[in-house]
């Protein structure tokens, strides 16, 4: 197996690209996927203040480093979700991903700052783990962006998750979330910019990525997203991937390129709807936005 | 186990419905799924001329038998697309129901008619057998009904094979197969009305409701689509379906409801390119439409 641009050893392969590369010639891959969805979607300028959002994981620690590479002094925030063992262990990871490289990682505590913790928290407002930490997520993510003057948020979504969410947001034809799944989502009257460099980029070689940076990352999946719909959507994805190199990429990017705008005005008519939440000013389609409700029905019971 | 609608012993579970069913009371619900797709998408007016493209397969018998069931008098076609046995077997069951309840049965020979059959003539023509099949059974479909004064052609789609389409249609987002996979496609300019009275029902519930009615039929799927990329998206939509029944139902009818309209306009530009085909006149895109292209390819080769 030979690297497909120096000719050399080859120690990975990229099926559905029809290549393979060595170790600095991947790097160099991973550089240019980034730079190519950067440019492709117009993501940010280069003036833009760019915060990311770091789970400790591989994907959000692999775009701080590349945002990083091919120029974006990018800072970090870690969100703590209260977790048990699997929050300290991937707040570690991020803690010591930013020590060794001093960079700036902004930190937030769900348990500490805002006084539950997704486990207790979900299981009081009744919604599924994984429903109550996304939107705990995306609320805070941008609260912090807009709270400490970054531009855009970076999040780490690789193409197997774009994918995987794509499958589930047409299998259900989710109008609205067709909507908003996009590269870039445009600032709006009270959100950041919200990117996602790595769209172009799959899981495993975000693996590969971490390992051979010498990149440590939790391995783990979140215990609390087990049987989570998107995993048997993923499995999916990898045999049709399997049988034909190229289906998820071809999936994401078609229907970016020739879907998505036939879905955007879903979107623009629900920001219409959009007034300031009477708690936090966020905004909201009701009087208190599900971030402060999750709140009000999660401190109740927080011990 | 009982029949929902009797509370009777039933013989047959539907799943998606969280039904099981009778007989004579899955007999019913059978009727009830073609009535209310029918109505729903405004398929039929009491006055049409009404052709079934009859396959000799169970889908397209029983949509046939119910049709008359719930009251269209509706006449057969039978295309010979000269498949070794697999076609003179599954002539003999549409001529044997047609014969055994007195129905008119219109007859066309790929081979006789045409002079080419689907094997010798998409190898000829270079291209995939299904695709020559599909392209020579839209257009004989049509230029029958035209030909013998029919105002629809029913074709047995069940809810399986649209999910499939669709999910195949969606993984490449094919914009214009979007804007034209629906139940009912109006008549337009040299084209006449076409109707899928099945998409409710499933493919299980056709083979149990011909088993049921003694309906006879081609048990074999065709010797030249094994490997065919719609069997693996059923296989994908059956796992899905078994994880949580009604996927299948949800996304097609998801479809039809909410997407399927922003695809339309696709549908439309694409008729008004269309111009007769100097051969055979249909309507085409080109000079000469693709079934008369395949048969010139084809005509050269066979012996």
Tied chains: 1, 2.
Excluded at 60 to 83: F, H, K, Q, T
Excluded at 217 to 223: L, T, W
Excluded at 250 to 258: P, R
Excluded at 277 to 290: I, K, M, R, S
Aim: hydrophobic share 40%; aromatic share 8%.
């Amino acid at each position: 197996m030979k690297c497909r641009r120096c000719r050399g050893a080859a120690i990975i392969d990229v099926r559905r690209h029809n290549a393979a590369f060595c170790k600095e010639c991947f790097q160099h891959f991973c550089e240019e996927q980034v730079r190519r969805a950067i440019e492709h979607f117009s993501m940010l300028h280069q003036s833009d203040r760019v915060l990311v959002a770091v789970s400790g994981g591989k994907d959000s620690l692999a775009v701080w480093d590349i945002m990083r590479r091919v120029g974006y002094e990018a800072d970090g925030l870690y969100l703590g979700l209260g977790i048990g063992d699997y929050s300290d262990e991937s707040g570690r990871y991020a803690r010591e991903f930013a020590e060794a490289r001093s960079l700036k990682l902004i930190e937030i505590s769900l348990p500490n700052d805002y006084g539950f913790d997704i486990p207790t928290g979900s299981q009081a407002a009744r919604r599924a783990p994984c429903s109550a930490c996304g939107l705990s997520k995306r609320h805070l993510f941008n609260q912090a962006a807009l709270d400490h003057g970054y531009d855009v948020v970076v999040t780490g979504h690789n193409l197997d998750d774009e994918a995987a969410v794509l499958l589930g947001n047409v299998i259900r034809w989710e109008a609205g979330y067709l909507a908003r799944q996009f590269p870039v989502l445009p600032a709006t009257d009270g959100f950041v910019r919200k990117i996602k460099p790595l769209v172009r980029l799959s899981e495993r070689e975000m693996a590969a990525y971490c390992v051979m940076n010498r990149i440590e990352y939790i391995v783990d999946e979140c215990p609390m997203a087990s049987g989570n719909r998107h995993i048997g959507y993923k499995e999916i994805l990898n045999q049709l991937e399997e049988q034909s190199p190229g289906t998820k990429g071809s999936f994401v990017a078609g229907f970016f390129d020739k879907a998505h705008a036939r879905f955007e005005q879903v979107a623009v008519d629900e920001r219409e709807g959009l007034r300031p939440c009477t708690q936090c000013g966020a905004p909201t389609t009701n009087d208190v936005c599900a971030f402060c409700k999750l709140q009000i029905r999660a401190s109740g019971v927080i011990t």
